[in-house]
């Protein structure tokens, strides 16, 4: 008797939206920085901490979240995520109603707590995305959909705390208060229907070897660990592009509600590179690809630093009347802003190509350097808090001279830090 088969089109649908929460919940925390300068009258690098303690829970979980996953499975750890997630916004949610004294902490320990969450998430998502298609094709044609949905959540993010905060002279959390109940509601519903959804455990296989021992097998690697050093050179980059723009155009005439606008349409150029990227992954190598972006990226950086920012250009992007009308024009920037956000479609790209340079040859240690990535995914909170840092002492213009930096390593890396010198058959076990 033929077994009927399953329809997963509820549990797949809801892995999606928690692919788009990753984003969401993930790059809530930067433009929050501008809500932090107003109502606490933080510098940028304060302002950016909210961002640094939501990817420093990165460091702090990204073994014991593999662990985790290993000895409950995977239907588990996303519930216990999407559990944790929905703490962590609810913590910030409270911040808006502690004392102006102890405020800003609660918002830093809700931020830390949602960053728990986003890397179990990481973790998790793609292997179920792929298992609930049947693998094959059809699973990682799921897995290029939900990482577009995450692309354009990326998108939406900056520009919704633009428009919530508005031109307000002085941003509060509760402003943002909308943005959280959405997040709230999501984590609800998502853990409710997996709760209840039998779905098929991803595979996981059980290493015959201590995680330890694959651990530091891989990190006899050279071209793994400069490699490694990319993933956090890499995700600060990525989130400290944006976050700084965001912050520089919200204290200039442009105003906040633009500069979220702004902000957004450099991840939406970010969906553009990965979509073409992804057509053209198959003819052109990671090493091409991480050369060619990075080299790429340094330009624009440069144009931004080096161009005078009384030159203004027209960019298209999504625009609110004193009404509240929203409608889609072109609005004036400084010509540095064009610069910066173009380097968007230069990063969309990187993370898959540093992967699989890091990667190759590593045989049985893959897991497990897999692992060691997803902790150094901390960089996206620490570059972008030096580049604050910077922005403080020397300016906003300036402190892209971090990401030029950061750009000048990866070019660095595509082209000789990437050499392979030995392989896992290499060692003796």
């Avoid at 933080?42 to 290993?70: D, E, H, R, S, W």
């Avoid at 009384?310 to 298209?316: A, D, G, N, R, T």
Wanted: net charge positive; charged share 10%.
């Amino acid at each position: 008797m033929e077994t009927k088969k399953q329809n997963f089109a509820l549990p797949i649908f809801m892995m999606i939206l928690l692919f788009g929460m990753i984003a969401f919940v993930t790059n809530l925390a930067a433009p929050m920085g501008i809500v932090l300068k107003d109502q606490f009258g933080a510098t940028n690098f304060q302002g950016l901490l909210g961002n640094m303690a939501n990817f420093i829970a990165y460091a702090v979980m990204g073994i014991p979240g593999g662990i985790l996953l290993q000895r409950v499975g995977y239907k588990k750890t996303a519930l216990i995520a999407i559990a944790v997630g929905f703490i962590g916004i609810g913590i910030q949610y409270l911040s808006g109603y502690a004392s102006q004294s102890s405020a800003f902490t609660v918002y830093l320990l809700g931020a830390f707590v949602a960053g728990f969450s986003m890397c179990l998430l990481n973790i998790v998502v793609n292997p179920m995305l792929n298992t609930l298609g049947g693998g094959g094709n059809k699973g990682n044609q799921l897995i290029q959909v939900g990482g577009s949905f995450n692309s354009v959540m990326a998108t939406f993010t900056p520009t919704f705390v633009g428009i919530l905060i508005g031109e307000a002279t002085k941003a509060q959390i509760t402003d943002v208060f909308p943005l959280m109940y959405s997040a709230m509601g999501v984590f609800a519903v998502i853990f409710f229907v997996l709760m209840a959804v039998r779905i098929p455990e991803p595979h996981a296989e059980q290493a015959t070897e201590k995680l330890g021992d694959l651990m530091s097998g891989a990190l006899k690697f050279r071209h793994f660990v400069l490699g490694a050093v990319a993933i956090f050179v890499y995700v600060g980059v990525e989130v400290g592009t944006p976050g700084v723009l965001n912050l520089w155009l919200s204290d200039s005439p442009v105003g906040k509600t633009t500069a979220g606008f702004v902000a957004g349409t450099y991840w939406l150029l970010m969906l553009a590179g990965r979509l073409v990227g992804a057509s053209v992954g198959s003819k052109v190598s990671s090493k091409i690809m991480l050369g060619v972006t990075s080299f790429v990226g340094l330009i624009f950086i440069l144009g931004a630093i080096l161009a005078p920012t009384s030159i203004e250009v027209s960019l298209p992007l999504f625009q609110r009347s004193a009404s509240g009308a929203l409608s889609f024009g072109l609005a004036e920037v400084p010509i540095n802003a064009m610069f910066i956000v173009l380097v968007g479609l230069s990063t969309s790209i990187m993370w898959g190509s540093i992967f699989n340079l890091a990667v190759e040859g590593l045989g049985r240690y893959t897991a497990a350097a897999s692992g060691i990535f997803m902790v150094l995914v901390c960089g996206g909170g620490i570059l972008p808090a030096i580049q604050g840092k910077v922005a403080d002492i020397a300016g906003y213009i300036p402190s892209y001279w971090v990401i030029f930096i950061g750009l000048a390593y990866l070019l660095y890396y595509a082209l000789i830090g990437s050499k392979v010198h030995r392989r896992a058959d290499d060692l003796v076990i």
